[in-house]
């Protein structure tokens, strides 16, 4: 058992002085406040809550500054999103593996207690599957990715992109096996994540939200121009727009950036329930744009 004794602690119902915390196999057992230290406890200033890492792509923690460099004023997402593709045909298994253990240590490091793993770099360098798992003790919500289409319509998936793309049924029986590798986590959770609209098709959106009764859901949309602009083109809809109006959405769901909405579908996003998922520095770096977060909390939304 460990023991932490604080100054200051931010507890459920506000800030607490002189707090004593005891953890037991990676847990927290007792939390004393008013109190004072024992012979042995860790000492501390201030003490806060483990954050939770909404959004983690781990394999692009190896590609950090590569894209870094200063190139045409043309560059945009699209452009990045052509150099995150070779680097992911070029990185083994292991090297995955390696990065993803490397960056969760960070993380808790930094004060993260939980990641979100959008995990969608499922198969080897050929397209054939494989599933390992690091284990770093990091709270982990497995998230594997639905990932079929080029863009919205169905559209073929191109070479950059083949050891993402699954099928219906193999995507359930990979949602089966990353079950079974956090089986033996503590605290582990299995969710899904269709990549985005332009990745699924609304039959497969329908089929693979089934497989996660109750789960988590994530999702990129909206967060690009473009991305709106094909959605329209296909749908006549906007991206959140059409997600609203044909799919379950609820507190379950997770929208990734959800940058580029119009009030009506800001003020429908945040009576769904569904949590908006910032990524501000990603958001910052690649261009994207603003969400529009006054908006989103005077509606209530998460």
């Keep these: 058992m ?3 004794f604080a100054e200051q602690v931010l507890l459920p119902d ?7 915390i005891v953890a037991s196999e990676g847990r927290i057992a007792t939390v004393e406040p008013n109190t004072t230290p024992r012979p042995g406890d860790e000492r501390h200033a201030i003490l806060l809550p483990g954050m939770p890492n909404l959004h983690s792509h781990a394999f692009q923690r190896g590609m950090a ?8 004023s043309a560059d945009s997402f699209w ?9 992911a045909l070029s990185m083994t298994p ?12 960070e993380m808790l490091q930094a004060g993260f207690s939980r990641v979100g793993e959008f995990h969608y770099l499922h198969h080897d360098r050929d397209g054939r599957p494989y599933a390992n798992i690091a284990d770093t003790g990091i709270g982990l919500t497995l998230l594997p990715v639905f990932y079929a289409h080029a863009s919205f319509g169905g559209a073929a998936p191109n070479e950059g992109q083949r050891r993402f793309i699954n099928d219906v049924n193999r995507f359930s ?12 986590l503590n605290y582990a959770v299995v969710g899904i994540a269709p990549h985005s609209l332009r990745a699924v098709t609304p039959e497969e959106l329908e089929n693979i939200a089934a497989m996660v009764p109750g789960g988590p ?3 990129h949309i909206a967060e690009q121009v473009k991305e709106v602009e094909d959605c329209l083109a296909w749908s006549g809809a906007r991206p959140v727009e059409w997600l609203l109006a044909n799919a379950n959405v609820d507190k379950r769901w997770c929208l990734i950036h959800a940058t580029h909405m119009t009030e009506t579908e800001t ?7 569904a949590i908006a998922g910032l990524c501000p520095i990603t958001e910052a770096n690649l261009g994207d744009g603003t969400f529009a977060a006054p908006l989103f909390r005077q509606h209530g939304g998460r």
């Design 2 to 4: 460990t023991a932490i």
């Design 173 to 184: 029986r990979l949602v089966e096996k990353c079950r079974e590798s956090v089986r033996t």
């Design 79 to 87: 452009s990045w999103r052509e150099v995150m593709y070779r680097f």
């Design 14 to 20: 506000g800030w607490h002085s002189n707090a004593r």
């Design 217 to 219: 859901i994530h999702i």
């Design 94 to 105: 292991d090297q995955v593996e390696a990065v993803a253990a490397q960056l969760y240590v």
């Design 267 to 273: 003020a429908a996003m945040a009576k769904s329930g």
């Design 65 to 72: 500054g590569l894209a870094e460099l200063r190139g045409p």
